[in-house]
């Protein structure tokens, strides 16, 4: 069983007492709780990430509302993509198709959640900002679960027409009609992706789209809900950067290839 891994409140911190070994760090109620439905015990072993630093930690205090741990050692590694996935999601009509999204978007290494207005979005500035602390909790938990080395970002809707102006190497759009054109090879470079909500983009909206250099991109023949088009496209792309440190023989592929 790996150990359970807590992204800490910078504000639980001392800012005058710098992470290091045996510094004792409180946890809080809330990772209280979550602890003891783990059934941790003081003594077991944990993780913490600390701004962008994992540590190594021991459970040294837990009971109802508390939890303390202290530092082992700071941890090696980096499970970040290679490249920033920046997610541009469109809000949809069902505000709760959001909370879906999010968790195996983070978990397939969004670096970047930034919720879009499309023509068929129903947005209540209101609501959706009533959601916003539900969904930075839900990319938290989404952190913790797949050993995340870092959060994701997550930013305030912007409209559509943003999207013209949106700057990354590589700008993808999940379209369901026939372009015509093949897939975009996939580069080592920032990749930007979006789709659209809940019947989808306006003809309107995706040539303006295709005049600012969204590639499309297709996700096979059949007409994906819009709550399945975004993990399928990054869950391809994740399958694409693991492909790209694999040597290869034999006769080109007409399949999109990582590309450096």
Avoid at 16 to 39: C, F, M
Avoid at 61 to 74: F, K, S, T, W, Y
Avoid at 90 to 105: A, G, H, I, T, Y
Wanted: one cysteine or more.
């Amino acid at each position: 069983m790996s150990r359970p891994r807590l992204f800490l409140d910078a504000a639980l911190l001392d800012p005058q007492a710098p992470a290091a070994e045996n510094l004792a760090v409180p946890l809080g109620a809330e990772a209280a709780r979550h602890l003891r439905a783990l059934r941790l015990q003081a003594g077991d072993a944990l993780e913490l990430v600390l701004g962008d630093q994992p540590w190594t930690a021991d459970l040294a205090e837990l009971d109802r509302g508390h939890a303390l741990a202290r530092l082992v050692a700071p941890l090696h590694e980096d499970r970040e993509p290679p490249i920033p996935l920046q997610a541009c999601l469109p809000l949809p009509v069902q505000l709760s198709l959001f909370d879906e999204w999010l968790p195996p978007l983070v978990e397939l290494g969004a670096t970047l959640i930034q919720p879009v207005v499309y023509a068929r979005s129903e947005y209540d500035p209101a609501k959706t900002a009533a959601r916003l602390e539900r969904w930075a909790r839900l990319i938290q938990a989404a952190c913790e679960q797949s050993h995340r080395s870092r959060r994701p970002e997550l930013r305030a809707p912007i409209p559509f027409a943003a999207l013209a102006a949106w700057e990354a190497p590589q700008k993808w759009v999940a379209y369901e009609l026939a372009t015509g054109q093949a897939n975009p090879e996939l580069r080592h470079d920032p990749l930007a992706f979006t789709c659209g909500p809940e019947g989808g983009i306006t003809d309107a909206e995706y040539a303006a789209l295709a005049a600012a250099g969204w590639r499309p991109v297709s996700l096979g023949r059949s007409i994906l809900r819009a709550v399945t088009a975004p993990v399928a496209l990054l869950g391809a792309v994740q399958f694409e950067l693991g492909r790209s440190a694999v040597p290869t023989s034999g006769p080109a592929s007409s399949e999109p290839r990582v590309t450096r």
